[in-house]
């Protein structure tokens, strides 16, 4: 028997929705859940398709199967994958349901909270209620978060970013860390570490959310001033609630990050996380041009993202693409087979100062050099981060 | 308690099933629903024994070394008994309905109370209900061609050797019967 991976309970904030004894005990059988497939259901598929989908395609076929396509034409048969995909899928929607419940209980008192900062950090919040959300985002309700990122419910409604908040920490089953962090941590950390004299004055976050990834640039550059973006209200008024009761000044503003109202040049480092694979074809090169027009000469962008299919073995890929049919993200597949150099080139930026790369996570060096508890799961790229960049 | 704003509880977009059968998905949903509230369960459970233990009205100890009396084990007996006759009720129905002699169709229950007339059994029999126009459509097709659903109360094998003359024979019975079921109502339309 495995042992449980620790259990990193997810730090209280103010904003954050409290939760009855019974509400928590459903989001950690969730986690539980969804953990248990991770180590003991998941790994499955590939004994199915090693020993029996593939010598069977290539009893027929005299070959391996190339593509993930002609892996998935196999595997949807097969029972053992049919089970793994209802139960993860099922477990996609307790966890909402489970995050939607104590939000639910009482809205107008939650929305109360988030209306009145308690302590003022210094941030601030610019709302566009002209902005229009993008088709890409009102097609699907993306990752299956009934209403998506941006329906509201009554006025001045951050009800999607309290569901959002906690749903974070189970989706990650708490291996982001305590604050849902570890994306903008570990840039941050692999910034300090392997550009330790770029000092970045302004940075942007673009498609924020409720700003797990901003706030550790804050405490990675404390000089500089930090300006998070994204198409959801619900998300800013949250973020922008969460970020002043943990101290940390952020100007969150509502603003498509395919044109936004910023001025050329005004930023040194323009980030995002797993924002991208969200979008759509032509909002990915609108978002890459933007990010070109408002880095100042020697800024930089990255974006933290799942590694791309390219060269990936087909199986892989074809369990990597799971999201892109069943938990609609249904940008996902074409966004990991956009060739990055030329996403780049287009956008205006030097194909030669063109970056990709695996990034230790942060949390998982910290978590390591503490103690040997941590187990690392597969989830998340197994510890790693994908980040893919420009300097400009 | 409960504020008047209700959620949205479907997120938008096409649901994907995974079996042939999109009902197996759904079993699979309910059982691990069910499997998150006996969890859920469970832990209160957890929190109460730990809170009692904590101001003393309890040991856990004493919980595992609870050896039940006779009268407990009866009174549990009996509870556990009329448990398991709500949840397999849908079993025992089938049983019932045979000692009953409730084994009509409930086609036959249609026709007779789609006829236009009241017509002697004899006259009724093998007839199709639907020759008045007012009948819906639906109907005849039904009594014709679905055998009965496996839940059916007639799906025994005490008929199933007359099963080809059963039509006619069933109908007859159907018009002549006395109890009508209550059971037979609230399955009126599936
Ligand atoms: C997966 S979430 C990002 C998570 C967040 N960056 C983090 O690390 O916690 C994607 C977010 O991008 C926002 N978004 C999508 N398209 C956008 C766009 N064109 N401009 C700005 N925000 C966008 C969505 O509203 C959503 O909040």
Redesign the pocket.
Known sequence: MAKPLAVHAQAEHRALPPVTHDEFARQEFVRAFKEHLVKHVHGGNRAVYERKVKPAFERSHKRAPKTRFEVRDQMVHEPYYQMFSTLLRTSQEMMWSSCQKPVERDLPALNEVIAQPPRKAGGSLRLNPALEI?RY?TAVDIHCQPGG??VEYMPGDASAGMVYDRA?HVYAMGQMGPY?ND??ASIAMWLQRHHPDFKPQRIL??????G??TLPYAEAFPDAEIHA????AP?LRYAHARAEDLGVAVHYSQ????HTDFEDGSFDLIV????LH??AER?IHN?VRECHRLLRKGGMMIHAETPPYKGMDPFDAFLLDWDTRNNNEPFWARSHEIDLKTLSKKGGFDPALEFEDLIPSAFQVAQASRSQKFQGGDFGGGGLWFIYGNRK | MSSAIKLKRRARGERPYFFADPNVDKVIAMVMGLAGEVAVMRDRLDTLERLLERTGALQRADIDAFRPDAEVVADRSAWREAFLGEVLRIVEIEVEALANGDQDRYDNAIALVEQRDVTPPSRAAGKNPARGKKVAPKAPARAVRKPAASTKVNKAPASGAKKPATRSATKKQAVVRRQPKPVAKKRARR
């Open positions: 993008p985002h990122y941006h974070v849902n994306m903008g976050d673009l498609g924020c959310s409720v797990h990834s973006i994204d198409v959801a998300m603003q498509n990050a395919e995002s996380h797993i924002l969200e979008t909002a978002i």
